[in-house]
Nanobody, 116 residues
Framework: VQLVDSGGDLVQPGGSLRLSCAAS????????MTWIRQAPGKGLEWVSMLDSDTSATYYSDSVKGRFTISSTNDKNTLYLQMNDLKSEDTALYYC??????????WGQGTQVTVSS
């Protein structure tokens, strides 16, 4: 499995950004496609996930209503649309695959900085 994250950038508060994760080698099922972030000096924070079988989506309280997770039908690309960005959203964002309770595969991360 390979995951390549992209789309991070510097954006002003209130702005929007869309992250992408190109996935390959996902020959098994089921799994959850997830976004996880790490703010400077802090631990990992789960942000959102999408069920590969049902396409059900889940969000942390900190991003609910502002972020939207989605994917292409073939699940080869995962997206995170981020709206109304706040300074506390500044972090390194990772795409990861969760299977059988473990985050076994990670992208390299893409930096999102929210600042005026």
């Amino acid at each position: 499995v390979q995951l390549v994250d992209s789309g991070g950038d510097l954006v002003q508060p209130g702005g929007s950004l869309r992250l992408s994760c190109a996935a390959s080698g996902l020959t098994f099922s089921p799994y959850y496609m997830t976004w996880i972030r790490q703010a400077p000096g802090k631990g990992l924070e789960w942000v959102s996930m999408l069920d590969s079988d049902t396409s059900a989506t889940y969000y942390s309280d900190s991003v609910k209503g502002r972020f939207t997770i989605s994917s292409t039908n073939d699940k080869n690309t995962l997206y995170l649309q981020m709206n109304d960005l706040k300074s506390e959203d500044t972090a390194l964002y990772y795409c990861a695959i969760r299977r059988r309770g473990a985050f076994g595969w990670w992208g390299q991360g893409t930096q999102v900085t929210v600042s005026s």
